[in-house]
T-cell receptor, first 114, second 113 residues
Framework: GAVVSQHPSRVICKSGTSVKIECRSL??????MFWYRQFPKQSLMLMAT?????????EQGVEKDKFLINHASLTLSTLTVTSAHPEDSSFYIC??????????FGQGTRLTVV | LAKTTQPISMDSYEGQEVNITCSHN???????ITWYQQFPSQGPRFIIQ???TKVTNEVASLFIPADRKSSTLSLPRVSLSDTAVYYC??????????????FGTGTLLAVQP
């Protein structure tokens, strides 16, 4: 099946710094990718829709200036958490849907801000 | 997007059949029902999708009554490795490029020896 790869799988950063998370579709092109955040023992919460060649669409309550999304190619979307704070610590997951088949998810990135 | 309701948790023993029911009273005519499985610290994985009646694949069966207001995921003879959170989602088709996947609370299935 199609594979979606995230990098890094886990990252620890200092408060105030920025962290970039990559999401790649390895064997198919994805004009759209989705970014989710998941806190412990909670469900996935959709943060934004990443659109290749255009601006991302953010869900209500998600700060676009804090969570920068860039979809520079048909196989890569990046999420940058800017000026990270401990409350941004979470599990971030991307997904890449394909036409007429199920959406594939990355393995997730565990972000810890200290 | 139709809202879904599932039990928060379920317990089972190895070798038993497990049925997880999901309610989706406001399902639309063009909505499909999709189930995902998620292990701790991993992304969700597709299990099965259906529109009506019954669908079966190598890992599960999905039962959908005629009114489509609910669905039941059936896992035959579960093992310890089936311990995971199971999400029921309702949406247009596979939730493809033009659709988002909105996750509900999910059901934490705990399989014991």
């Amino acid at each position: 099946g199609a594979v979606v790869s995230q990098h890094p799988s886990r990252v620890i950063c200092k408060s105030g710094t920025s962290v970039k998370i990559e999401c790649r579709s390895l064997d198919f092109q994805a004009t759209t990718m989705f970014w989710y955040r998941q806190f412990p023992k909670q469900s996935l919460m959709l943060m934004a829709t990443s659109n290749e060649g255009s601006k991302a669409t953010y869900e209500q309550g998600v700060e676009k200036d804090k969570f920068l999304i860039n979809h520079a190619s048909l196989t890569l979307s990046t999420l940058t958490v800017t000026s990270a704070h401990p409350e941004d610590s979470s599990f971030y997951i991307c997904s890449a849907p394909q036409e007429n088949t199920e959406a594939f998810f990355g393995q997730g990135t565990r972000l810890t801000v200290v | 997007l139709a809202k879904t309701t599932q039990p928060i948790s379920m317990d089972s023993y190895e070798g038993q059949e497990v049925n997880i029911t999901c309610s989706h009273n406001n399902i639309a005519t063009n909505d499909y029902i999709t189930w995902y499985q998620q292990f701790p610290s991993q992304g969700p994985r597709f299990i099965i999708q259906g529109y009506k009646t019954k669908v079966t694949n190598e890992v599960a069966s999905l039962f959908i009554p005629a009114d489509r207001k609910s669905s039941t995921l059936s896992l035959p003879r579960v093992s310890l490795s089936d311990t995971a959170v199971y999400y029921c989602l309702v949406g247009d088709g596979y939730g493809g490029a033009t659709n988002k996947l909105i996750f509900g609370t999910g059901t934490l299935l705990a399989v014991q020896p």
